[in-house]
Structures are given as structure tokens and as C-alpha cells.
């Protein structure tokens, strides 16, 4: 982004220089689909793509903010009555409903929100699975922490915005997207147990690319598919008498009678969670290892897994990854993200990676028929402040 644009649209807007630039990344996970709602594992890693707002704080608790991307402008009071009742921030549809949602849900954790002029933009494409909402709920709490004066502690911000898009917007994704937005260091990705929110910054390998593949086919998350995988994975959970599957490994798995005692679907759907869940584990330790050929090999099982027992790939998904294990250096490719659309991440040898990006489109389009938009992505910082 360009930030001088940034801050003279604000000033076009507001009649005066911002006071604050804050950012926050979308995310690309390298492994662990699925498993944050089953309290498990993902390593999920902030990219260079975000949202930023450019903004100024206001003497009142009014919040005025401009979309430069959907040429809008979101305005809400966000006085508290003697009641507590939030008063008048109301529903409504589309991009406001993160930035209401996350004022909403940050009053009612008790933090005085001042109220602050903003300009958003963003670079994050929508839809794809690389976590454009939850950048634009981590830019907004980033942006009411900066106008108000509170400490950042990434974790509430993240566990807030995920109440916000829950409760407010009404998508029941898990903390992994929230997490990344929030708390990644540039150069890491962020080792997570969604259990507990105990987190380590991952070092990544040396010498390698991580490319996104956006197969530009796209399925909305406010989808039955996804709740219904969560409830497939519930019922698996109660059947081995545990609260999450993440307390069921793989051995016990095998060991269990889950094949004759559980529909087909139900095992199946346990399954990819609870090895999936081993693959998170396996992938931090080779990674410290420096070990990129099972990483990549991890990425391709977990791909098939989704692919197979998770059902949640589509056609797209499954010739983009086939397209990229092909092509020279290219250690592993999986689907990311929720799936059924959306972007796929492959481990590429650094040197091969601009001649992996070109070949991937060329094949990608002759199997496909499709478009793709291929990038290379650096590890960059969770959500804060950018100094000018
Ligand atoms: C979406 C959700 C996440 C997670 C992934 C799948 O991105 O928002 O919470 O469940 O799907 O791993």
C-alpha cells in the first residue's frame, strides 16, 4: 500500500493529516485445516496483503469511517447508556458489519472507545480465503487501541473479533484467522494450540517460497458446508467421549471401533482432524529440523485429506495442486483456508519459485479454463501501528 495516497485521501475526506496509520495482514495457513474448532493445532502465517485505516480520534464516541475500496462510508454512535445497552449500533449488511461488530463486542468487554475519522483500504482479496475479514475486524480494534489509548494485547483483540464475526456478522469460523491477523511476527509463522491460545513464533526455512495459488473459483464461509462439518466433527467427538477431537489421537483412532460404530461420513470427517492434527506437530518439528522434503510431503497429505475425507476441495483446488506438485522445486501444495474455493499455498525451492509461478498459470489455465493469480508471500507482522 501506498501510504502518502493513503493519508492525502484522509485529508480529502477530513480536511486535515491523520494522526494514526494502523495495519492488519490477511493470513495464509501452511497447515492445520479445520482443526482450530476441534481445539487443535494450525501454523498459519500473516502475508504481505492487509487492511489499513488512516485515522484521527474524535472528541466524541462517533465513528466515521470511509472505504476507499467500496466507495461507502460507515457511521456509528457508539454512546453507552446508564444500561449498558449499546444502543444505537444497529445490524445491517457488508463491510460495516466487522468494524460494528468489534466496537460492540469491545464495549462489552468493558474498554472505552473513543471515537475516532478513518479511511480503509485493503489489498486482500476477497473471498479467497486468505482472511480479508478478519484483517479488516484486527485493523478496526488496532484502530479503536491506537484512538483510545489501550494497550494491544493480541490475544483479547483476537478472541473479541472473533465474538464480533460469531455473534455480529453470524459466521461461526473458529480463532485461527483472528489469531494470525493479530499476533504473527514478520518472518515466523504462528504455531497455535486453539485450545489453550498458547502460541510460538515458527522460524521458517530458509531457501524456500511459499506461493499462494488463487484458483479465483469462490465460495462464501456463511455457508451450511462448513457448520455442517463442524457438527460431523461434535458427534465424533461425543462418540469417543471427549470434548474435542483434538484429545483423540491417531493411534486411538485405529484402535477404536469408529468404523463399525460411526457413519462412513463422521469417521471420515474424524479422521482428517485427528491426523491432521499430528501433521501440525510433525510440520513445527521438521521445520525446526530444517527438513523442507517432509514438510512439503506433510502439505500434500494434508491436501488429499481434505480432499478425500474432509470434502471440502473443489475441482479448482485439486488441478491447481496437481498443476504445482508437477513443476520443478516444488516440495508440496495444499489447499488453505476453508476450502471449497479459494487459494491453495505451495513450498517452492526460492530458486525456482518465479519459473514455478509462470508454469503453474500456463498449466493451471490449460486444465481449467481459469484465470489464476499466483504470488509469492513474505511472512509479514500482525496487526499494528506503521510508523511513517
Ligand atoms: C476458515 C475459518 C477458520 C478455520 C478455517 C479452516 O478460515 O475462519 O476459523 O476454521 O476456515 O481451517
Not at 75 to 101: C, P, Q, R
Not at 103 to 127: H, K, N, S
Amino acid at each position: 500500500m501506498d501510504i502518502p495516497t493513503l493519508e492525502q485521501s484522509f485529508t480529502a475526506y477530513f480536511n486535515s493529516k491523520p494522526e494514526f496509520i494502523v495495519r492488519a495482514p490477511g493470513r495464509v495457513n501452511l497447515i492445520g485445516e479445520h482443526t482450530d474448532y476441534n481445539e487443535g493445532f494450525v501454523l498459519p502465517m500473516a502475508i504481505d496483503r492487509s487492511v489499513w485505516i488512516a485515522l484521527s480520534p474524535r472528541a466524541d464516541s462517533k465513528i466515521r469511517i470511509r472505504s476507499l475500496d467500496a466507495l461507502a462510508t460507515v457511521s456509528a454512535n457508539l454512546e453507552v447508556d446508564s444500561a449498558f445497552e449499546l444502543n444505537s449500533l444497529t445490524k445491517g449488511k457488508g463491510w460495516g458489519e466487522y468494524i460494528k461488530g468489534v466496537a460492540y463486542e469491545l464495549q462489552r468487554a468493558g474498554y472505552e472507545l473513543r471515537g475516532f475519522d478513518g479511511v480503509m483500504t485493503g489489498d486482500i482479496p476477497r473471498g479467497a480465503g486468505l482472511s480479508s475479514s478478519a484483517a479488516v475486524e484486527l485493523a478496526t480494534a488496532r484502530a479503536f487501541a491506537a484512538a483510545s489509548g489501550f494497550e494491544w494485547d493480541a490475544v483479547q483483540m483476537a478472541k473479541l473479533a472473533q465474538k464480533a464475526e460469531n455473534e455480529w456478522v453470524g459466521v461461526n469460523c473458529g480463532i485461527m484467522d483472528q489469531m494470525a491477523s493479530a499476533a504473527c511476527k514478520e518472518g515466523y509463522a504462528l504455531f497455535l494450540d486453539c485450545r489453550t491460545l498458547e502460541h510460538q513464533h515458527a522460524p521458517l526455512p530458509e531457501n524456500v517460497s511459499l506461493v499462494i495459488l488463487d484458483t479465483s473459483t469462490r465460495r462464501g464461509l456463511v455457508d451450511s458446508a462448513y457448520n455442517e462439518r463442524r457438527s460431523q466433527c461434535e458427534e465424533a467427538a461425543r462418540w469417543f467421549g471427549v470434548t474435542a477431537l483434538r484429545d483423540v489421537s491417531v493411534d486411538e483412532f485405529y484402535k477404536s471401533k469408529v468404523k463399525s460404530e460411526l457413519s462412513e461420513i463422521v469417521m471420515k470427517r474424524a479422521r482428517h482432524i485427528i491426523t491432521e492434527n499430528a501433521r501440525v506437530l510433525e510440520a513445527v518439528n521438521v521445520m525446526k529440523d530444517g527438513n523442507i522434503k517432509r514438510l512439503g510431503e506433510l502439505f500434500n497429505a494434508s491436501h488429499d485429506s481434505l480432499r478425500d475425507d474432509f470434502e471440502v476441495t473443489n475441482d479448482a483446488l485439486n488441478i491447481m495442486v496437481a498443476c504445482a506438485r508437477e513443476l520443478p522445486g516444488c516440495y508440496g501444495a495444499r489447499m488453505t483456508g476453508a476450502g471449497f474455493g479459494g487459494c491453495a499455498v505451495a513450498l517452492v525451492e526460492k530458486e525456482n519459485a518465479q519459473e514455478f509461478t509462470k508454469a503453474v498459470s500456463t498449466t493451471y489455465k490449460q486444465k481449467s479454463g481459469l484465470e489464476a493469480s499466483i504470488y509469492v508471500c513474505k511472512a509479514s507482522e500482525g496487526a499494528c501501528i506503521v510508523e511513517r
